[in-house]
């Protein structure tokens, strides 16, 4: 079954840290570019963080000005996981935390929302004391 699981969401205090995962089955996640996507209610879905392939592209990577300096986003091609670790987090980063995957450029794009293919179902990461 082609699918995109993520985990590692959670409730954690302002200052803290987590990792999110996006792990891939029935594909190669490698020949995909990767985004990483979050909503919350009542708002539009945002890109947080994409990463390109390495097959076909160039392997870049972006993230949104929010969270520049803050969250690094990384690929392990031996385990089709793509990781997304956050710190230094703040409550507005409150939201369902969501991975995409987009095959057709390979690229990653941050804007390019309804480029990316293949989506997860979510995690909820919570900040707050």
């Known amino acids: 079954q082609v699918q995109l699981v993520e985990s590692g969401g959670g409730l954690v205090q302002p200052g803290g840290s987590l990792r999110l ?3 891939a089955s029935g594909f190669t996640l490698d020949y995909y570019a990767i985004g990483w996507f979050r909503q919350v209610p009542g708002k539009e879905r945002e890109g947080v963080s994409c990463t390109s392939s390495s097959d076909g592209s160039d392997g870049s990577t972006d993230y949104a ?13 031996a385990k089709n996981t793509v990781y997304l670790q956050m710190n230094s987090l703040e409550p507005e980063d409150t939201a369902v935390y969501s991975c995409a995957a987009e095959g057709h450029t390979r690229h990653c794009s941050l804007s390019a929302i309804n480029e990316y293919e293949l989506w997860g179902q979510g995690t909820q990461v919570t900040v707050s004391s």
Not at 65 to 77: A, E, T
């Open 65 to 77: 000005d929010s969270v520049k300096g803050r969250f690094s986003i990384y690929r392990d091609n």
């Open 21 to 23: 995962s996006c792990a």
